[in-house]
């Protein structure tokens, strides 16, 4: 099962989604913290209450290595869902990265992790642990759905969602949209007539 990760770790999330239309994109504001993160893995998914991040701590405890956190803060962006030490610990148990649509906060601290983390930004404000909130359930982050186990890639562009009963289908037609991309490149860039033709058949259709 790792070997679809690996080969979706090398296709870009363009790619990605043109192959399932657009329709399992997360919200474009969702970003990554530096440009170069780019992420695959399974989603461990995390409801969380507005302003109680309790449930974050029980789902770093019980993701697997190499599982992606994906919290639904619904939007939040004046309370965090963590900061550079909860992150860290994250990343010391082997969770591969973080996708949220909310924020975090000690963001000097959490850069110098050099840890994948997709967010809305940052803020100030902690949260309480109520206790409420629940782990590996149906959720929706950032205007998509997502279930336990689904594939997320993340990259500088954003965050694609790939069903798990799709995902053999997605990655061969992401694969075959790579190569297309890549083969017409090489074929039309830096080269004039060949640019013209293409747009010409392009604007015919």
Not at 157 to 182: N, S, T, W, Y
């Amino acid at each position: 099962m790792n070997n679809i990760l690996t080969a979706f770790e090398e296709i870009p999330t363009t790619c990605i989604s043109d192959t399932m239309q657009g329709l399992n994109n997360m919200d474009p504001s969702i970003k990554p913290l530096k440009e170069e993160y780019r992420v695959a893995g399974r989603a461990f998914t995390v409801k969380m209450p507005v302003g109680d991040n309790e449930c974050v701590l029980r789902a770093i405890r019980e993701a697997k290595p190499g599982d992606i956190l994906v919290v639904d803060a619904k939007g939040d962006t004046y309370r965090t869902i963590a900061g550079d030490f909860i992150i860290g610990l994250a990343q010391t148990l082997g969770i591969k990265g973080i996708v949220t649509d909310g924020v975090i906060r000690d963001i000097v601290g959490v850069k110098k992790l050099n840890y994948p983390v997709f967010c809305k930004g940052t803020t100030v404000a902690a949260s309480a642990k109520a206790g409420w909130g629940q782990v590996n359930v149906p959720i929706s982050c950032g205007g998509t759905s997502v279930n336990p186990g689904d594939i997320i890639v993340a990259d500088a562009d954003g965050v694609v969602v790939i069903p798990k009963e799709i995902e053999e289908d997605v990655l061969k037609k992401a694969k075959d949209k790579l190569i297309f991309d890549q083969e017409r490149e090489e074929k039309i860039s830096g080269n004039p007539e060949a640019i013209r033709n293409y747009l010409d058949s392009m604007l015919s259709k």
